[in-house]
Nanobody, 122 residues
Framework: QVQLVESGGGSVQAGGSLRLSCAAS????????MGWFRQAPGKEREFVAG????????YYADSVKGRFTISRDNAKNTVYLQMNSLKPEDTAVYYC???????????????WGQGTQVTVSS
């Protein structure tokens, strides 16, 4: 049974930072492309960032480029999202996702976490 468990969400003022973590189990972690999505109230879930199997290639939504950094530790089966210079519009529930395909990850990942709330106040 695959489980993705997010942690690290919380409340922060604009300009602040948070680091999200996602611990994966029940899968061969290094075989999966990992990513983060978010969903704000009243909006559709959107792709935020993804990272390939070895961690050598990462890609981001335009809205977070230069502010967010995705990384992974295959020895710990964990993917991270470092979020800096946070803005109120970054407020959302953030979801970890996994898929063996990089293309599928950005559209309809096979596995999802339960989500963690990030709230940025102005």
């Amino acid at each position: 049974q695959v489980q993705l468990v997010e942690s690290g969400g919380g409340s922060v003022q604009a300009g602040g930072s948070l680091r999200l973590s996602c611990a994966a189990s029940g899968l061969t972690f290094s075989n999966y492309v990992m990513g983060w999505f978010r969903q704000a109230p009243g909006k559709e879930r959107e792709f935020v960032a993804g990272i390939r199997w070895s961690g050598s290639i990462a890609y981001y939504a335009d809205s977070v480029k230069g502010r967010f950094t995705i990384s992974r530790d295959n020895a710990k089966n964990t993917v991270y999202l470092q979020m800096n210079s946070l803005k109120p519009e970054d407020t959302a529930v953030y979801y970890c996702a996994a898929d063996q395909s990089g293309v599928e990850l950005t559209t309809r990942p096979r596995y999802w976490g339960q989500g963690t709330q990030v709230t940025v106040s102005s």
